[in-house]
């Protein structure tokens, strides 16, 4: 089991928002997390990123057949979990590529792979940047400074395919993309997808599991895993809203 | 017990002196306390020609009538002026005999900063018992510059050595009158740098005090001077990256610069001065006076500062730009953290044709420190077409530090151009779990926003320089995102 996640809970502030939160992914396995607004998805990858803001109230998280929730963030992310954000920050002055030098050798200093020469490195860039069509001038660029929404987002998958982690979660990557943009950045994730990597897609929409076709499908519902399965569920979903979802929920909590 | 008798003898000796002072030359340190006599001590002590005597009298006549400035953005209980002694024979440290010896954590700073092991021997030190590699080098470099013409010493020397330079030049930027500390260095400075490059020669090494530090400590009345004659170019880097301590809690420097017609001075500082403790207690008083004088056509002046010490920084190192077509730059990062206060900027007068400067400042304002910036561009009624653009940048680190600005801008020709801008922003906790989530620790993603941030100023500096200020940032301000 890649990562295992049991009764997770969590809440910020005053406010419960993971409530009792199970499951599991399999190495190698897409699984995409849906949800109506609110329902705790954007939370559930800071908590799993290790976010500060986030106070965990119960439960177990292994990774690796580690405890992920003793991990620091950036252990979190040198042990191989890699978070594409929805909002992906500037850094001004910071160029793209030194940003990725930095991160990648702490990342391959704790992997104990040895270092890349400069040479190797810049290699890696080039093939890796291929494949989100990121220009050239992007990766030279100051990090995320002036990128348009869809750069950015194909910035965050290039900067996931060069740090090569074992479970990418990508937290509404589709946000905001025009539909070539949306191409471009699934192909992308697809051209990564192998049976030692895993993915956690979290979306709103059934549009973007068009692209990425996921092997489970779940619901987030009230902090807690409602309903799981198949990419057939995205499509009902698609079809008649999170109502249904809601009432077969309150309905169980009634009895 | 042997000791506490010491201490009462000097203290008796020194009252004795408040009645009346007489000039002992045998003795090595003066007794607190600053009058004429003590003037005339120091002025023979160091063997100085009667001019110079007279000169220093004056600049103390001229301090006197003096008030302590109060406009700047800080607050300290102001010094004691009578309870300084303005002379000690130029002291030795003492000598450890290994950097065991030396105190762990300015070790690890130092080691952090990437110093090499000799440095770090030199910069603690510690004695080294085979020849020295920074003092071979330092004689080859000094060889080397008097081929080419350049005078490179210390000031005490060059009074002896060059005094018809001195005399012409000293005093010339920085009048005695000038301000306050200024007015108090002209009367009291013990030691400092000369440096003269003849007409049409480009100095072909960076030159540093570092060359000249194991001499003797500079004290805290250091007095600079650099003139680049007609055509001539240097670049002189003053200060180190290392913490420095130092007894003396008042710091009054003057540094003068003069740039002839089509020559070119870029003067680098980097400050670190002990800040004090988390109170700014015991922290050093850095009360500077820096100004160039853009003297011919042509001639272009350019300033880079990095400020991260001292619990108060006071210092506008500022351009004269009196050549037609000069340029006068200034960048700068002032860091302050804890209890620290800087107050620090430049002043651009534009009295030349065609003339213009450049201003970039980046502040940054950890713990609960006050940072301003505090800027004059003057652009006289001769000076026809004068640009100046300055762009002041404030960074704020936590919720209970502060960021001012403070530009001040008078034009006095119509056909002048001035832009400026100015912004604030406060280092994101988004920025920073950015970083941990791609695996940096918070260290190295401090250390890359804030030098992002700084960058513009710091790829003026020196190459090797650049990479020591770009860590000595990162370690400044550990630990201070909140």
Known sequence: ?255 | MAYEGDELLDSVTSKEYEFGFTTNIETDKAPNGLNEDIIRFISAKKEEPEWLLEWRLEAFRNWQKMTEPEWAHVQYTKPDFQAISYYAAPKKRPKLNSLDEVDPELRRTMERLGISMEEQKRLSGVAVDFVLDSVSVATSFKEKLAELGIIFCSMSEAIKEHPELVKKYLGTVVPRTDNFYAALNSAVFTDGSFCYIPKGVRCPMELSTYFRINEAGTGQFERTLVVADEGAYVSYLEGCTAPQRDENQLHAAVVELVAHKDAEIKYSTVQNWYPGDKDGKGGVFNFVTKRGLCEGNHSKISWTQVETGSAITWKYPSCILKGDHSVGEFYSVAVTNNAQQADTGTKMIHIGRNTSSTIISKGISAGSSNNSYRGLVQINKSADNARNFSQCDSLLMTDHCGAHTFPYIEVKNKSAKVEHEATTSKIGEDQIFYCLQRGLSEEKAISLIVNGYAKEVLNKLPMEFAVEAQKLLAISLEGSVG
């Open chain 1, 1 to 255: 089991m890649l990562l295992e996640i049991k009764n997770l809970q969590a809440r910020v502030e005053e406010k419960e928002i993971l409530k009792g939160l199970n499951f599991e992914v399999k190495p190698g396995e897409v699984h995409a997390i849906m949800g109506p607004n609110g329902s705790g998805k954007s939370t559930l990858a800071s908590v799993l990123a290790g976010k500060e803001d986030y106070e965990i109230t119960g439960g177990e998280v292994s990774f690796n057949g580690k405890d992920l929730l003793e991990m620091s963030p950036e252990d979190r992310a040198r042990e191989g979990l890699f978070l594409a954000f929805q909002y992906p920050v500037e850094i001004p002055g910071v160029s793209n590529i030194n940003f990725l030098k930095a991160a990648l050798s702490e990342v391959r200093e704790y992997r104990g792979l040895p270092q890349l020469t400069a040479k190797e490195f810049l290699q890696l860039v080039n093939e890796k940047s291929k494949l989100v069509e990121l220009d050239g001038q992007l990766t030279n660029r100051s990090v995320n400074e002036g990128f348009s929404g869809g750069e950015k987002k194909r910035n965050e998958v290039f900067q996931m395919a060069m740090l090569d982690p074992t479970l990418a979660i990508l937290d509404e990557t589709d946000s905001g993309l025009d539909i070539d943009a949306l191409r471009i950045v699934a192909n992308g994730v697809n051209a990564m997808r192998s049976p030692e990597r895993s993915f956690v897609v979290i979306t709103h929409y059934q549009r973007l599991l068009d692209f990425i076709v996921p092997d489970y499908v779940h619901v987030l519902y009230k902090g807690r895993i409602v309903k799981s399965g198949t990419k057939e569920l995205a499509l009902e979903l698609e079809e008649r809203g999170y109502d249904w979802i809601k009432e077969e929920v309150e309905a169980a909590n009634a009895q």
